[in-house]
């Protein structure tokens, strides 16, 4: 079976669907400790639900490549959509942790196709557009998901009393753009195939925490080894993969710690008890990530490093703090120093990984797997690490503790540097 070339996804439709698949994942954010209290499991259990998700997301994302080439865009976009809708569901009604594990597993792996299949819809849309341009309509997709999942689905639940509401009407959503998919899912006309109209930059696609995507290779934005750095600017050899990889799961653990135990930290810490709030605030670090990575495409990679380093390092004292204090402010400056450090190191690190790439092109996508593959690790281990050290501890001590750990890897990782320029 060959991919439905002659009949791509309608711009407005594969956005659409990004979007609302966006936000169903992120809207459990806020729903963590509920069902914490509600089946009363432990913290661990509660990281290693949010951590499934990410076990679904890495396949989702290495296998979808492979399937585009049998099967079009939009048809994987329908079959995840339906999945995401019964994952959906299972979270409405689930009724003990096993539950929300394998719900959680399913919503990662659906997104996972998502993020590729939507991608690739949209650079094949037509009439074609720069690809500066879709990157960053794929890079909005995220980024409006990932900020109204939360906030809807705090303020519904604040409106319910409970966590059915929220994940019933996040189903309904899907269910709702699976419908325009499948009767505004091709466009009218087949459109010849445009030639690329501007350099791509490789979009950075927000998960559940802002989750990267590699767009497959039937993208033109997965050509990382095509990329050429302006004469003016003399491009920098990038350091080891694995390096590279480890600055950006540096900024991954932070978002990892703000999308698990992090709004129950703060409700307890400041005292608030309005799931809308906390889905605010953590809406609000992934918008301010999501912003700096739009708008900071001209920053040099090492120069972007060590801005987002160095406000990461903000972030965590901030955070740290907080819970020390019981002060909004610090939530505050917690929320944009995490944002700002998110935004700039995982930019950076995407950016010197496509360098990274451009000098080995003969295995650019194996690297680029492995690459997302170590970030979205270390936020799993993070957070997992956060609830088994907090049910033998206690959790505010153990996340000043880890968080005192992540700061030491942040300091190291703002030292490394790289080789001198190439003529």
Known sequence: MTPETASPVPRVTAFATAVLVFGAVNAPTVLY???????????????????????????????????LRRHSPRTLMVLAAAASVVAALALALAGGAGMLLAARFIQGLALGVVMSASSAALYGAAPPRARSFTALLVTLTALVGACLGPVLAGALADLSAGTTLPMLVAGACVAAVMLLLLVHGRSPAPPATPAPTGPSTGPLVLGEAGASAVVPAESPAAEPTRETAPASAPMLAPRSHLMISLTAGTSWAMVGLYQSVGPGLIGTALGVESLTVLGGI?????????????????????????????????????????????????????AVGAG??????????????????????????????????????????????????????????????????????????????NATPTP
């Open 33 to 67: 400790a509920a069902w914490r209290a509600e089946f009363g499991f432990s913290a661990t259990v509660q990281t290693l639900v949010y951590a499934m998700y990410v076990g679904g997301l890495i396949p989702g994302l290495l296998l979808t490549g492979r399937w």
């Open 340 to 417: 700002v450090g998110h935004g700039f190191t995982f930019f950076s690190a995407t950016q010197e990984i496509g360098e990274f790439n451009r000098r080995r092109p003969l295995g650019a996508a194996a690297s680029m797997s492995r690459y997302f593959t170590i970030a979205y690790l270390c936020l799993a281990a993070f957070t997992l690490l956060l609830g088994i050290v907090g049910d033998l501890w206690a959790m505010v001590p153990a996340a000043v503790t880890l968080l005192g750990i992540l700061a030491a890897g942040c300091v190291a990782m703002l030292f490394s540097r």
């Open 282 to 334: 953590v809406a609000a670090v992934l918008a301010v990530a999501g912003i700096v990575q739009v708008s900071a495409r001209n920053v040099p990679v090492q120069r972007g490093r060590r801005l987002g380093l160095s406000a990461l390092l903000v972030g965590i004292g901030g955070f740290a703090a907080m819970l020390a204090t019981g002060q909004v402010w610090w939530a505050l400056i917690a």
